[in-house]
Each structure stands twice: as structure tokens, then as C-alpha cells.
């Protein structure tokens, strides 16, 4: 099974450490082990990584130390390894910006488990904070920023989820009941001839005075984002 995700192992306990890079080799990760907090902290702050798997008790820095300093600079993914009943070190590392933890001894199937779902969720939140173009019209939704041609255009937030929506569907034309399914939602029980409005204040605020118009009608069909070529 291939993999491409790569983790961080800050394990001083060698045995266990080799074990649980082994499991992990064997589901397709790639793994770099650390013994102590000190070292561990450097590789996570060199990047490269996608999550990293962090005991609490370690030699030269403790995990807690470890995390409070690698949330300075960076947002890597943790999964803390607290010993049995250790509620303080649960609640300390989830508040200090742990991802999850899993208490020691666990199953292998268990810490698989919860990899997945943070490295799930990881992908996710890149996947929606990524920045969306259409020629020189570009739509960063983590900033909840729009440009054309370098210039910032100010959108009301339904005008911003429609446009976004339309990008993310780009070349695709999407029926007015498609849009109102997915800008205003399910439950929205007015008529279908908001999205026409809608549309006429976004194709004003993007294309307008643009040559090259983005925003289509298809006739009869819906709306569809794309560069005419
Ligand atoms: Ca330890």
C-alpha cells in the first residue's frame, strides 16, 4: 500500500519506538524517529512532515515542552502518547494544541486509527483554505480575499460562497437549484430567482469593466465560471 505521508516518531523507549515504525512502514508511511524532546523539537521545526506522534515523559524536553514550543511557529499535526491515567497530561496537551492522544499501552489498530482521522482532517482544512483562480481572478478563502487582475474586490459573504462554489465547480454549469442547494442550503424556501440576483451583483463586482468576461448564462441551463477561449 502506498503512502506518501510522512511522520515524526518521538519515542525514547527503543523498542516500542521500533515497533510502532515498523506497523507504520507496513501501512505505507514513511517514519523518522527521535529519542529525546530536544532533537525531536528540531526535526519537527526542519517541516517536511505531516503529523508527528509525541510521548509526553522524554529526556533533555519533555512532550509538553516540545509542543508548547513547535506551536509557536507551526501548525504540524500531534498526536500525544500519555501514559495510563495520566487525565492531566490529556487535558494540558489538548489544550497546549494536541490533535489527539492515544494512552499508553494502546493498540496498534487504535493509533492507526486516529492517524487517519487527523491526517483526514488535515487534508481537508488544505483543501478548503486552498486559493481557487479562473485567469487572473483568483479567490483565497482562508483570507476571504478576491482579486481580478491584481485589484482587491470587496464581496458581501453570499455573493463571496456563490462565486466560490462556482470556481470550485469551474467549467461546470450549474443549475439554479444547484446553487441554491449549495449557497443557501437545503432549507431555503424562497424562490429560485435569487440566484439571478445574485449573480447580477457578482458579475457586476467581477467582471465588470473586464474584457474577458468569467460569469456565463447558458440559456435555459444555469451558470457556469469559465475563461472563453
Ligand atoms: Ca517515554
Redesign the pocket.
Known sequence: MENLSKILLV???EKLARFVELELMHEGYRVEKAFDGRVGLEMAEGGGYDLMLL????PSLNGMEVLRRLRKTSALPVIMLTARDAVMDKVTGLDMGADDYVTKPFSIEELLARIRVVLRKQSALKKESAVLTCADLSVDPSRHQVTRGGREIELTGREFSLLKTLLENKTLVLTREQLLEKVWGYDYLGETNVVDVYIRYLRGKIDDPFENKLLHTVRGVGYVLREET
Open positions: 519515542e525514547d523507549e510521548d509526553i515523559m522524554l
